[in-house]
């Protein structure tokens, strides 16, 4: 999770990611977002674009005792909607 945060970090500096939508049940979270980035560093393979692009996902976090305890990893996002804006000339 940290090396993937560092990654896209560096690829997108201008990263936004938008909640688009968030629902609780007991102690599940899960949230829906956008990013919105522009490309600047290597991404994936894919060399700098400046491109901005804009993507979409959702991540689901199980809370006990008010702390995190396990999240992040699961979830999902456009990864092959991202690499076609990137690549589109």
Known sequence: EKQFTKLIRGAFPDLLIKVDIQVAEGNLVAARWIATG???GKFLGVEPSHKTVTWKGSWFWTFEQGRVVAGMGQ??????GL??????K
């Open 83 to 88: 690499l076609k804006q990137l690549q589109t």
């Open 38 to 40: 522009t490309q600047k």
């Open 75 to 80: 979830g999902s996002w456009d990864a092959l």
